[in-house]
């Protein structure tokens, strides 16, 4: 019995910082050769992310600006761009039918108008609130309310008309002769977007301070000083530029707008733009 308890041993103190020795550079080996790749793996989770934040950001801005009222767009700076969106739009009656004998409502645009006649089908059916526009040839025009009228009701169609519109009476500029109309929801008093860029720049971690924001707003005369407040769009931000061109080409029909965005996350960095072609015929 003594025997065989004499046998019995565990490790010795040696033995112990061997194997302790042992697994630290065998640990340290792995290490070397394994966290780059490590590393690697996580900026490239970080930039793909990153990639799929400003992607989103700015197809929703291009697919708002592209549904802009014509001449609509105003910025200040390249920090942030207004403009307003619209909903639907057509083509209105512009002068009275001779064959039907069904009661018709053209749009005479010499003398105030409270009601007119849709001739083409309407994509979404105008609110109660919502903005008819009609030629906005320049882009202060629609602030100031010279070529929007509030809709005060809608009617379906007739054997002359897809729609009819009723509106707070109101005479559109003249000089304006294209027979289109635009609808803008009025989104509870507040019809305009602007997109703004604040607070960008890199800290000391190397993460973006900055943000993306979607500001809803009432209609306003200027545009002094890119506003507060909105939804968030991306966080990150390490710079963004919105450039506007209003007259792109020959036929200065058609504006176009410039994104830029940068964003940054521990020293990892995308950078990303987009153009939006945006018709400015009224």
């Given at each position: 019995m003594s025997g065989l308890m004499n046998e019995q041993r565990g490790f010795s103190l040696v033995e112990l910082i061997v194997v302790i020795v042992l697994t630290g550079v065998i640990g340290g080996s792995i290490m070397i050769f394994f966290k780059p790749t490590i590393d690697a793996y996580f900026d490239a989770q970080r930039r793909a992310e990153l990639t799929d934040l400003a992607d989103t950001a700015l197809q929703r801005i291009s697919r708002d600006v592209r549904s802009?009222?014509?001449?609509?767009?105003?910025t200040v700076g390249s920090a942030c761009f207004e403009f307003l969106p619209t909903s639907t739009g057509g083509r209105y009656r512009m002068g009275a039918d001779i064959v039907s004998a069904v009661a018709d409502q053209p749009l005479e645009i010499t003398q105030p108008v409270s009601a007119f006649d849709v001739l083409s089908p309407l994509s979404v059916q105008p609110a109660v609130g919502d903005w008819v526009v009609i030629g906005n040839q320049n882009t202060g025009d629609v602030y100031a309310g010279?070529?929007?009228?509030?809709?005060?009701?809608?009617?379906?169609?007739?054997?002359?008309?897809?729609?009819?519109?009723?509106i707070v009476a109101h005479q559109f500029p003249p000089g304006y002769d294209g027979g289109r109309f635009v609808v803008v929801p009025d989104n509870g008093g507040a019809p305009a977007v602007v997109y703004v860029c604040s607070g960008v720049g890199v800290d000391a971690a190397g993460n973006g301070t900055g943000s993306l924001r979607r500001v809803r707003r009432a209609?306003?005369?200027?545009?002094?000083?890119?506003?507060?407040?909105?939804?968030v769009l991306a966080t990150r931000v390490s710079a963004c530029n919105f450039i506007y061109d209003p007259n792109l080409g020959a036929t200065q029909q058609s504006g176009f707008v410039?994104?830029?965005?940068?964003?940054?996350?521990?020293?990892e960095r995308v950078s990303m733009a987009y153009g939006a072609h945006v018709s400015n015929v009224p």
């Open positions: 802009a009222v014509p001449n609509s767009i105003r010279d070529t929007r009228a509030q809709i005060t009701a809608s009617a379906g169609g007739n054997a002359v008309r897809e729609a009819s519109l009723e209609f306003n005369g200027t545009l002094a000083a890119c506003p507060a407040g909105g939804d410039w994104l830029q965005l940068e964003l940054q996350e521990a020293s």
